[in-house]
């Protein structure tokens, strides 16, 4: 390691005391993470809240061998040390990056390869919204998925981090998208961010309004809901459409019938991000630098951020995270 700027021995992180609710996450004094050959040591500005972080506080998502305990899959925030084999990076540089863990803390550590610039125009802040989903939504959709210019894409939980990012990605990439969200407020953000159009689960049936709005079906879906929506998602799908499953809030364990799959030719997908490998990560950050970086430069993106909460207040964060009443991304601020 090698450093112009004096460290402290000790930071600020916030650690899971047990599996439980929000407040088993509490501020605790942590020794400096140190980072390998190629890796570099970050002052975390902010790290963002997702929703794997409430699983892992939970016990239902440990992190992988290796792997600090402290929670944070994403933060923004200035390189203030460098592995002797890290190249790309130097002191002073200001960066974002996809985490294995250690978000929630005054300084983290990343791998050099999965660290990005901070965009054109993004404060360095809200910069920490954008690894985690910006990293999922490329994967999913345009790597697994093969979403191309001209096809329709249904986006379930449309106002969420992922949702946001999605709808406004694949649209200003010629995507017709259609979202749906559980409120007509969240249906009216989710138009604005340029969803062709959005659909109140609550009060309307999406297979029947994907069917009537496309004609055919849509041919990709981004599903984190999973449980009764494996089988409702066959239905909305045209011939030969992709279904990429990134998380299972209704559940994983369902009995569906899958006949569709095979009249329709469909493919059914998923995938996680923190267990994948660092080259697989690499490509997908360089996939996101070419082709999203310069999205948010010209306009056509922007995070979309409800909420900043001190560090100490990443209990509160989780609350509201699990409530659902938040659109878009929840932050926490180390300053």
């Not at 604005?192 to 709005?213: M, P, S, W």
Request: aromatic content about 6%; charged content about 15%.
């Amino acid at each position: 390691m090698s450093t112009t700027i004096d460290l402290p021995a000790s930071q600020t992180s916030i650690e899971i005391t047990q599996p439980g609710g929000p407040e088993v996450l509490q501020s605790t004094s942590r020794d400096m993470p140190v980072p390998t050959d190629s890796q570099v040591l970050i002052k975390v500005a902010a790290a963002g809240v997702n929703r794997p972080d409430v699983f892992q506080r939970m016990g239902f998502y440990p992190p992988p061998p290796g792997v600090t305990d402290i929670p944070g899959l994403e933060a923004s925030g200035t390189v203030v040390a460098i592995g002797s084999g890290v190249q790309r990076w130097k002191v002073g540089d200001q960066v974002c990056a996809l985490l294995s863990g250690g978000g929630y803390a005054e300084y983290a550590v990343a791998e050099e390869s999965i660290c990005l610039p901070i965009p054109e125009g993004l404060s360095l802040t809200d910069a920490a919204a954008l690894p985690e989903t910006c990293f999922t939504v490329w994967h999913n959709l345009f790597e697994r998925a093969e979403l191309q210019a001209g096809e329709w894409l249904l986006v379930h939980g449309g106002s969420s981090g992922i949702g946001t990012t999605a709808i406004q990605m694949a649209s200003a990439m010629g995507i017709k998208v259609i979202a749906t969200a559980g409120s007509d407020e969240k249906c009216a953000v989710c138009e604005k961010l340029g969803a062709v159009k959005a659909i109140n689960y609550r009060q309307q049936d999406f297979v029947q309004a994907c069917q009537e709005i496309t004609g055919t079906g849509v041919n990709v879906i981004l599903d984190m809901v999973g449980g009764d929506y494996v089988q409702q998602n066959f239905a909305a799908c045209a011939p030969k459409a992709r279904i990429v499953n990134i998380a299972f809030l209704r559940g994983s364990k369902v009995e569906v019938d899958l006949l569709p799959l095979m009249l329709k030719q469909l493919v059914l997908t998923g995938s996680t991000l923190r267990a994948q490998p660092i080259e697989n990560k690499a490509r997908i950050a360089a996939g996101v630098e070419s082709q999203v970086w310069p999205l948010i430069a010209q306009g056509k993106f922007k995070p979309v951020i409800n909420s900043r909460f001190p560090l100490a207040q990443a209990s509160e964060a989780h609350t509201l995270m699990e409530s659902n009443q938040h659109i878009g991304k929840l932050l926490l601020t180390t300053s």
